[in-house]
């Protein structure tokens, strides 16, 4: 992603310390990199507006962060995770995005998702990917898929899948696809 300029409370960036959003913001390309262990991006109620290209919120490499009280809006992605562990997506809302809501990538675990909101997804992608992690879990959110995967569970054990509401158009609520099956 390269070097980004650290963000504050009304613009994307780098984000290495707990932030807070004080207004709604709109960006050409990745929004968020956070790029530090035990941090909270707290949105606030904000929406960010992206150009359906890049990122929301990219998190690789960390731990103990947290992603809460927010709205991503017209990304390619809205989040990704990777290699980490133990954060806390909560209360956010991933809305139109041209890939999947949030990709959850090899080597993260620990990694709880509550009272999410995934709505305008691609149709051919999933809101929520998982790809050989394990003891993740996805609580109390709210699923508005048509014709795709609103949970896909890639070579991923112990997923807890609990009081989620899955408003389905064609597609499955959740697919599980074993090792060695693509």
């Known amino acids: 992603i390269g070097s980004l300029a650290e963000a504050n409370g009304s613009v994307c960036g780098a984000v290495s310390s707990n932030l807070n959003l004080v207004n709604n913001i709109a960006v050409n390309g990745t929004c968020f990199v956070l790029n530090a262990s035990n941090i909270i991006l707290d949105g606030n109620g904000f929406t960010i507006s992206g150009n359906a290209t890049g990122i929301g919120f990219n998190i690789s490499k960390f731990a103990n962060i947290t992603v809460r009280n927010i709205t991503f809006f017209n990304f390619s992605i809205g989040g990704f995770?990777?290699?980490?562990?133990?954060?806390?997506?909560?209360?956010?809302?991933?809305?139109?995005?041209?890939?999947?809501?949030?990709q959850v990538r090899s080597g993260s675990h620990g990694i709880n998702i509550?009272?999410?909101?995934?709505?305008?997804?691609?149709?051919?992608?999933?809101?929520?990917s998982f790809n050989t992690v394990h003891n993740n879990s996805i609580e109390w959110s709210v699923f508005r898929m048509t014709?795709?995967?609103?949970?896909?569970?890639?070579?991923?054990?112990?997923?807890?899948?609990?009081?989620?509401?899955?408003?389905q158009t064609g597609g499955d609520a959740i697919i599980d696809i074993p090792a060695g099956v693509s």
């Open 81 to 102: 995770i990777a290699e980490g562990g133990n954060h806390t997506i909560f209360n956010i809302t991933i809305n139109t995005t041209a890939s999947d809501g949030i």
């Open 114 to 128: 509550s009272h999410a909101k995934f709505t305008n997804i691609s149709a051919t992608d999933d809101a929520i």
């Open 147 to 167: 014709g795709s995967e609103a949970i896909t569970l890639h070579t991923s054990p112990n997923i807890n899948i609990t009081a989620n509401t899955f408003i």
